[in-house]
């Protein structure tokens, strides 16, 4: 994408038609400089039922000032992360664009929703050395939003916002801390468009977020979990689309997290729909995992020839498992960008928002926490147990390898279920959850290890390097031998402290 992206750093603030901006001049090491009266035009799109907004993405054609041109604004963490493209005649926004808000608009059209005139006075600040750090705005704006009846609704207000160029955020802290003292009160909208839209985007009754408690429903546990599951998968949609470092395993982290909590607490949901979206997690999670496999087996393989001595001329080697591996890796992207554009996958989002809205509980889904969501983790702690009592018996290293990964999923299952509850089990559930990710750590170890021999096995056969490289592949090969056998030495003391009696006493209520 040739779009610019920078992370958006920024406070509003309300204020009266004739309250006057205070001298910003006073902030240790910033001068102050007026830039005069810009006026700024800016439709924004969404769809009708206004996917867009209500997820804390903004889409935007603006006219005027220094930044004219299309803006898509898109959640990141506390902040927002903001790309933008020069201003077109199109009225419509650019593929590019379209593309990175599907995991809102899925496949719907997108529509203007307000029209935004805002007359405003920019005061830039800068440091010592001439520098822009940031940004003090002065807005009068004049809000227009068509109604789904034909009227047209106009708003008008003041705000002042403070938005980071370059400087660090305690400076964002001290200008607005000038600002307050000034009669300037923070927003109550996070944005100038949600404000424009003001009661269209009142959220419905049964999404309104209730805190859960030790002593509460346990549906509510389960839904707070469930919540920050979903948005955790949409927000990483356009970063997979980028293709930006780890997006992709991190998405397909939270869609098995997501499969897994269905699976652990499946008592509390209705059987029907907790089987069919685990079905569907389960695609998804497919897909991802043959770009995310891949880019593993790449990025540990060519490190593992590159740390060779030099006398053993590995790069050879280092170079043909790089390119296999990354055409590997290039059609498992493709896969996933095709996976993200399908009806299948926004059919998905359609049922894990259904779920997020009104979740099918059963009847113990109102009973209190304490009494019935511990014995789920301890299920999961049995499954554990069983797992590698069946490892131990393996009649073969094949078959112990196997086992081993049947106990990691096992482990992975637990620290799950003990991670939904840390939130209302405290420490206690953390520590389990803790132990049981070192579990899943060095069981990860010791598959990665396995796969990695079978795939240099495969690698060495399809060679057709010179006989050198042979035994270059030989080398890696006991390499990865040795780092199996590692983990396998590391494996009793992790399964002890996840076994160990003390860990579970919390789970007996």
Same mark, same amino acid.
């Given at each position: ?348 989002? !359609? ?5 997020? $809205? +009104?979740?099918?509980? @059963?009847?113990? *889904? &109102? /009973?209190? #926490? %304490? ?113 199996? !056998? ?5 494996? $009793? +003391?992790?399964?002890? @402290?996840?076994? *160990? &009696? /003390?860990? #579970? %006493?919390?789970?007996?209520?």
């Amino acid at each position: 994408m040739a779009a610019s992206s920078i992370v958006e750093r920024e406070a509003k603030f309300e204020v009266s038609a004739t309250q006057a901006l205070p001298s910003l001049t006073g902030i240790a090491g910033v001068a102050e400089l007026a830039a005069g009266v810009v006026d700024l035009s800016a439709v924004y799109f969404d769809t009708s039922d206004l996917a867009l907004v209500r997820a804390g993405v903004t889409l935007r054609r603006r006219v005027g000032g220094d930044d004219e041109g299309w803006h898509l604004k898109l959640p990141s963490g506390r902040d927002r992360e903001e790309f933008a493209l020069a201003l077109t005649e199109a009225a419509t926004p650019p593929e590019e664009f379209k593309t990175l808000v599907q995991a809102q608009a899925r496949g719907r059209q997108l529509d203007p929703v307000a029209t935004l005139r805002t007359e405003r006075i920019v005061h830039r600040l800068v440091d010592d050395k001439a520098q822009v750090v940031a940004e003090v705005s002065d807005d009068s704006v004049r809000a227009e939003t068509p109604q789904p009846d034909g009227s047209v609704t106009v708003v008008q207000w003041r705000e002042w916002e403070v938005e980071l160029v370059a400087g660090p955020d305690t400076l964002l802290k001290k200008v607005s801390a000038v600002l307050q003292e000034a009669g300037g009160k923070p927003g109550s909208s996070p944005s100038k468009l949600a404000r424009a839209l003001g009661e269209r985007l009142a959220a419905p009754q049964d999404l309104v977020e209730r805190k859960p408690s030790i002593k509460g429903p346990a549906g509510v546990v389960l839904l707070h979990h469930l919540r920050g599951l979903i948005q955790e998968l949409v927000l990483k949609d356009p970063q997979v689309r980028l293709d930006r470092p780890d997006a992709v395993h991190k998405m397909r982290v939270a869609t098995r997290r997501l499969r897994s909590t269905l699976r652990t607490f499946r008592p509390f949901l209705h059987r029907a729909t907790a089987d069919r979206l685990r079905r569907e997690l389960k695609w998804l999670a497919g897909v991802l995992g043959e770009a995310r496999d891949a880019e593993v087996m790449r990025d540990r393989l060519t490190s593992l020839a590159r740390r060779e001595p030099d006398e053993i001329h590995a790069d050879p080697v280092a170079d043909q498992i790089g390119r296999e591996l990354g055409e590997q890796c290039a059609r498992g992207h493709e896969h996933v960008l095709a996976a993200l554009e399908s009806r299948r996958y926004f059919a998905l989002l !359609d049922s894990l928002d259904a779920l997020a $809205a +009104a979740p099918p509980w @059963k009847g113990r *889904a &109102k /009973r209190p #926490a %304490r009494k019935v969501l511990p014995e789920r983790a301890r299920r999961e702690l049995t499954s554990v147990r069983r797992a590698a009592t069946a490892a131990e018996k393996a009649t073969g290293p094949a078959q112990r390898d196997e086992l081993l990964h049947e106990v990691r999923k096992s482990a992975k299952r637990l620290r799950y279920a003990c991670e939904t509850l840390t939130p209302v089990f405290g420490e206690p559930a953390n520590r389990l959850a803790r132990a049981a990710k070192e579990l899943q750590d060095v069981l990860g170890e010791h598959q990665d290890s396995i796969v990695s021999q079978q795939l240099l096995r495969d690698l060495a056969a399809d060679s057709d390097l010179s006989g050198a490289a042979a035994i270059i592949y030989g080398r890696l090969h006991l390499l990865e031998q040795r780092h199996a !056998d590692h983990a396998r030495h590391r494996y $009793a +003391a992790a399964l002890n @402290k996840v076994t *160990a &009696k /003390r860990l #579970a %006493r919390w789970m007996k209520g």
